[in-house]
């Protein structure tokens, strides 16, 4: 199981990026962002499942958008009205459909600065 994610970059508030995140060797259910900011714990920006049912944190609500291809196994994150906050490394994780074991990918870098 591989996933590999692309896309990260750096912006000015209010701008927008959308990383995707390719998932291979299995099937999965759901797929999720989250994301690790430094000297802060790793956090769940938004999930979803196989069936397209998504949840987010509070704080990304209204901005963030997360959306998935099954047949081509990507997630992917629309990030509008950034945030210096929303700075962070967004890793991509994946449960696998039948083990439920947790996959993640390496990992991208956001950067909201003027």
């Known amino acids: 199981v591989q996933l590999q994610a692309c896309g990260g970059g750096s912006v000015q508030p209010g701008g927008s990026l959308r990383p995707s995140c390719v998932a291979s060797g299995s099937i999965f259910s759901s797929m999720n962002w989250f994301r690790q900011a430094p000297g802060k714990q790793r956090e769940l920006v938004a999930s979803i499942t196989r069936g397209g049912s998504t949840d987010y944190l509070d704080s990304v609500k209204g901005r963030f958008t997360i959306s998935r291809d099954n047949a081509k196994n990507t997630v992917y994150l629309r990030m509008n009205s950034l945030r210096p906050e929303d700075t962070a490394v967004y890793y991509c994780?994946?449960?696998?459909?039948?083990?439920?074991?947790?996959?993640w990918g390496q990992g991208t870098l956001v950067t909201v600065s003027s």
């Open positions: 994780n994946a449960k696998e459909r039948f083990t439920q074991v947790d996959y």
